[in-house]
Structures are given as structure tokens and as C-alpha cells.
């Protein structure tokens, strides 16, 4: 047998390391951030605890680096809608990306939900966030504020509750409910109206 090569043992790295980021989304959804351990998540993951610490620095490295893998592809979308500009068709657009990134792994996303619902990552959540992100929420209240005028704040927090809503009702049961129907009603009532 040969020696295994440079780009062999990348591959080997970067599966591991994969590993270890899905089972700690495991552990921190199942078990709360506080409680999880490295220990927990490196028998999760099949691997030593030893091995974990060639990966991550500590629990706050994994949670950081497992934030960031998560939001990341978000955020490139996100950069995408705030160069274009903030209009009906690239709300539309938000909308559409959402339903198509919670239907292509729906397990993924309700392991991050019920993450992210836990007062220390929420915490972390919004330290990580980007500045497109920031640029975002600002132009999706002056587009609230351009459609709705005195009602914009109003509006908005109806709008970001029932998606919110939908989001979380898709992730519980992905099977039956019916997302593109949910959809089309919030294309309809935020997009059209």
C-alpha cells in the first residue's frame, strides 16, 4: 500500500472535520450549548477527544466555526441582494432563497433552529453577524418603510414573525406542511400588495 498524499490526508481532514461540525449540531441542538461537551461530541462523532483539539480550540472555537458554516452561503446571498439594490423583485427573491435553502435540508435547519433558540448562541448569532447583514435589515426596513409608510415597523415585525413562523412549522414537519403554498401567500400579501 502506498503512502497516502498531500491532497489525500486534505480529504481526510476535511471529512472529519465535517464529522465533528454535524455532530456538534447534534449535541448542541439535543442537549443545550451549556451542557454539551467535547468529550460528548467527540463520541458523537466517533473520534478521540484528543483529535478534537486538532481541529478546535475549544467548545466556543466549534460553536464560532459551526455559526459560520451555517450562515456563510446566507450571507453570500445576502452581499448579492444588497449590491443589486432593494426592491419587490429581490424581496421576492429573499423569499424564494429561503424556501429553496429550508427544502434542500430540512434536518440541517431544525438542528440550527433549536440551536439558535438557546440564549447563549443566540448571543454569539448576533455578534457574527456581517455587515451585509446589518445593510440588509436596513434596506429591508426602507423598503417596509417605501411600501407601508407609518405602518413599515408594524409591518415588518408581522412579516418577519410569520415567516419566522413558517420557517419553524416546515422544519417540524417537513412532510405535510405546505411551504409553497405559504410561499405564494407571502409573495401575495408582501411582494403584490
Known amino acids: 500500500m502506498s503512502p497516502r498524499t498531500k491532497e ?23 442537549e443545550g450549548y451549556h451542557s454539551a461537551s467535547i468529550s460528548k461530541i467527540a463520541k458523537r462523532a466517533g473520534v478521540s477527544k484528543g483529535l478534537m483539539y486538532n481541529y478546535f480550540e475549544s467548545k466556543q472555537d466549534l460553536l464560532r466555526v459551526l455559526l459560520h458554516s451555517i ?16 426592491n419587490e423583485k429581490a424581496f421576492q427573491e429573499v423569499i424564494d432563497h429561503t424556501v429553496k435553502t429550508l427544502k434542500a435540508d430540512p434536518k440541517h435547519w431544525k438542528l440550527y433552529f433549536l440551536m439558535a ?22 434596506m429591508i426596513y426602507q423598503y417596509f418603510k417605501d411600501k407601508y409608510g407609518e405602518d413599515a415597523e408594524k409591518k415588518l415585525h408581522y412579516f418577519t414573525a410569520v415567516f419566522s413562523g413558517i420557517r419553524m412549522n416546515f422544519v417540524m414537519n417537513p412532510e405535510t406542511f405546505p411551504l409553497d403554498d405559504m410561499r405564494d401567500l407571502l409573495v401575495e400579501q408582501f411582494v403584490k400588495e
Open 8 to 30: 489525500q490526508f486534505e480529504v481526510m481532514r476535511n471529512q472529519r472535520k465535517t464529522l465533528i461540525l454535524d455532530a456538534a449540531l447534534h449535541v448542541f441542538a439535543e
Open 71 to 86: 450562515i456563510d452561503e446566507q450571507n453570500e446571498f445576502l452581499e448579492g441582494i444588497v449590491k443589486k439594490g432593494f
Open 117 to 138: 433558540i438557546q440564549t447563549e448562541v443566540f448571543e454569539v448569532l448576533l455578534k457574527e453577524q456581517s455587515a451585509s447583514m446589518q445593510e440588509y435589515k436596513m
